[in-house]
């Protein structure tokens, strides 16, 4: 089935410092990819939706120039944390969606296993 | 946009014994509903889902309900077992070009043996 492989899954870093994310789509390409954070014993919230080939879509709240996100191949995304306070601590997890028809099963949403990002 | 509100946020349950978690959405165009198992410190597995054609879908214990005309969907567990205490998520979207999903807000579901 459809992996999706998020590294690293766990960081600790310093108060403003930058902290990269990636998520790989390890069997399938991914047009779409999303980016989600999720605090403790909380839902999933949508951060952006990242497109192959274009910028993302960021949803309303969240700051494009604080979360940059590339897409630069069908298999990789990249979540980068520019400048990480403590409040940026969190759980941060992608999902990829195979390329393929809207009802075809590679519609469905694969999950990573998640980042847990510390700043200190 | 959509919303999407799940009960119980929490559920105990012995061993063996059925466990049902209910979701509501607002947007009557959603027309995809998964459900997805979260184990602490993992990311969120797909275990069904639903499409709006169908009122019912059952694979071997889980089974999910549908009624559209409610907006409201289930997930029923049967002969729980301890394996199944997660946090469980259910969520609504459209699928065409994006499959932009809305969650609940979660179901921590302990199973005691």
């Known amino acids: 089935g459809a992996v999706v492989s998020q590294h690293p899954s766990w960081v600790i870093c310093k108060s403003g410092t930058s902290v990269k994310i990636e998520c790989r789509s390890l069997d399938f390409q991914a047009t779409t990819m999303f980016w989600y954070r999720q605090f403790p014993k909380q839902s999933l919230m949508l951060m952006a939706t990242?497109?192959?080939?274009?910028?993302?879509?960021?949803e309303q709240g969240v700051e494009k120039d604080k979360f940059l996100i590339n897409h630069a191949s069908l298999t990789l995304s990249t979540l980068t944390v520019t400048s990480a306070h403590p409040e940026d601590s969190s759980f941060y997890i992608c999902s990829a969606r195979a390329a393929g028809g809207i009802f075809s099963g590679a519609n469905v949403l694969t999950f990573g296993a998640g980042s847990r990002l510390t700043v200190l | 946009g959509e919303n999407v509100e799940q009960h119980p946020s929490t559920l105990s349950v012995q061993e063996g014994d059925s466990a049902v978690i209910k979701c509501t959405y607002s947007?009557?165009?959603?027309?995809?509903f998964p459900w997805y198992k979260q184990e602490l410190g993992k990311g969120p597995q797909l275990i069904i889902d639903i499409r709006s054609n169908v009122g019912e879908k059952k694979d071997q214990r889980i089974a999910v309900t549908l009624n559209k005309t409610a907006k409201h969907f289930s997930l029923h567990i049967t002969e729980t077992q301890p394996e199944d205490s997660a946090v469980y998520f259910c969520a609504a979207s459209i699928l065409v070009a994006g499959n932009k999903l809305t969650f609940g807000g979660g179901t921590r579901v302990l199973v005691k043996p």
């Open positions: 990242s497109n192959e080939g274009s910028k993302a879509t960021y």
């Open positions: 947007d009557s165009a959603s027309n995809y």
